[in-house]
């Protein structure tokens, strides 16, 4: 055991930690080959650095146009975009906490405002107006992410804020087209998080942050959903820590992948586990974008990264 003078520990210990977020920074610079996953990507595929020095990545959502849109929790509260030749500006300041954003049928960009505790509508300028703050009876605590059906309708959850409480039930909302108010469609999953729609739109996956469970319902015509179901489990979760499920996409091949505290995990459409894709940070979202929906990109912490993919995303605006 190394001994160090009275007085020098408190600098050593400040030196300490400033070594170990250089070389954490050092490291997310260098890219990080993608293991390889038969028809989804390359073994020789890298995970690149698009941008780094934001404070929390989140709820990255791609454009027609080949641009980007993406957020910046904490301390950042920002919603950036990425136009189609690469160059990223703020969109958005002062966020409310902007996590999950979504894409309208018209282009329209929408977001959940965590801190703010509604869902909004953003336009030009970063001007927000309120789409809904629930369902009139149970307050929105700290909702997370979104995405919109065929019809104009928006799946959302709200898992609460941090700490976790023990018994605050946690839950998954349907707002109708044109509707004000919410529905809520499931409070049995410890912490909802990411969420996303399969191709046909008839079956809803929603991830637990802190269980292991993928979880899937059957969405009827009227935007409910019956028969919840495990779909997936989250695999390499450490004994006694959270899976860390967070943000999720989907390909043309109704596989999805999703962000956890191990990297990006894909399941098949069948919820069969395919394998792990390797982040320089723990990646937080996921969405594809770019030409023909064939790039990954991937909100890591301090930074926006990209994967050049043989799969595609689906064939549907958005996410």
């Known amino acids: 055991m190394v001994e160090y003078p009275s007085g020098a520990v408190n600098e050593h210990q400040a030196y300490n930690r400033l070594m170990r977020i250089l070389l954490l920074s050092m490291l997310s610079l260098v890219p990080v080959m993608a293991q390889g996953i038969p028809g989804v990507v390359t073994a020789d595929a890298k995970v690149e650095l698009v941008q780094e020095g934001f404070v929390f ?4 959502v791609a454009t027609a146009d080949g641009g980007l849109y993406f957020s910046d929790l904490q301390t950042g509260d920002k919603t950036y975009r990425m136009d189609p030749s690469g160059k990223i500006s703020v969109y958005r300041d002062h966020s409310n906490g902007t996590n999950g954003l979504a894409l309208t049928r018209d282009g329209s960009l929408l977001g959940v405002e965590g801190t703010g505790k509604r869902i909004v509508k953003v336009g030009p300028g970063g001007t927000a107006t309120t ?4 369902d009139g009876a149970i307050p929105l605590m700290a909702p997370n992410d979104l995405i919109v059906d065929s019809k104009g309708g928006i799946y ?9 409480v023990a018994g605050r039930k ?3 909302y349907y707002l109708p087209p044109r509707a004000k108010e919410a529905r809520v469609i499931d409070y049995q999953i410890a912490r909802p998080n990411g969420l996303t729609l399969t191709a046909s739109g008839k079956t809803l996956i929603v991830d637990d942050t802190v269980g292991e469970t993928v979880y899937a319902f059957d969405v009827q015509a009227d935007g409910s959903v019956k028969n919840r179901r495990p779909f997936a489990q989250m695999h390499d979760v450490e004994a006694g820590k959270e899976s860390g499920a967070d943000g999720m996409a989907i390909d043309s091949e109704d596989r999805i992948y999703v962000t956890s505290t191990t990297g990006l995990q894909v399941f098949d459409r069948k919820g069969q586990y395919l394998g792990t894709i ?3 940070r723990q990646p937080a979202n996921v969405a594809f974008g770019g030409v023909g929906k064939r790039t990954l990109y991937i909100t890591a912490r301090e930074g ?4 050049q993919m043989i799969s595609q995303g689906p064939k549907r605006l958005g996410k």
Do not use: S
């Open 57 to 60: 990545t989140e709820g990255p």
């Open 131 to 134: 789409v809904t703050e629930g």
């Open 156 to 164: 959302f959850t709200d898992p609460g804020p941090r700490p976790v």
């Open 170 to 172: 946690a839950y998954v």
């Open 278 to 280: 390797k982040v320089p």
């Open 304 to 307: 926006l990264y990209r994967l």
